[in-house]
């Protein structure tokens, strides 16, 4: 009987801690107060300005239960849209707006551009140097050439939009597009010169920056 119940403990133990792991949110969370940062300056001094309530959904306007990253997020009351806000902090986990990305970058990525400004995407890592996500972005001079040569629509979507590495850099409060490899390797080399990569295409090895961003953050 004692052997019973030490096998039926060992049996819930175990169950509740498999459980535990699998809910358990592996993925990065900054330490932002919950809320939406409306400015620049609100996220820079960790002060939410809004505390309303928002839910996430997927492009296709759906709700998302876990943790995306590239989504729209609404607010429920109304079922609007979140527009023109700096950030969000949404279950520990830190959004930039891809437009306040775009209106808060370094002034070389100024051709970089999106069809889907309102959309977030997630901070992946980060640390007291930077705070490094991913993006979907397109040079739109390479667009308005395309369209000038008559290509359009999708093709335009499938063949020049790329997810493109961006920092949100402290020191200097602004985003830093890699557009390209050469435009990362001019903003790696004199903080990591032995990560700088070859160029053998024009965008750079992603995984690679993942490294090295987790080298300097």
Known sequence: MRKLIIVLFLFITNSIFSQNEIKTDTLFKP????GIYVSKKDFINKKPSIFE???????KRQNIDSII?????YYPKNNRKVRKIFAISYKGHLYFQIKAILK????TDRAQSTNFHNTFVRVIMGGENYLYTEAELVNQWAMGTAVNFGIAGSVIANDLIKGKGIVWDFKNE???IFKSCKDYNKFIEDK?????????KHQPNMMKVRRTIEKIK
């Open 31 to 34: 330490n932002y107060p919950e």
């Open 53 to 59: 309530e928002v839910k996430m959904m997927n492009l």
């Open 69 to 73: 990253h590239n989504p729209y997020f």
């Open 174 to 176: 602004e985003f830093n």
């Open 104 to 107: 808060n970058r370094n002034k």
């Open 192 to 200: 990591a010169f032995d990560d700088v990569q070859e160029c053998k």
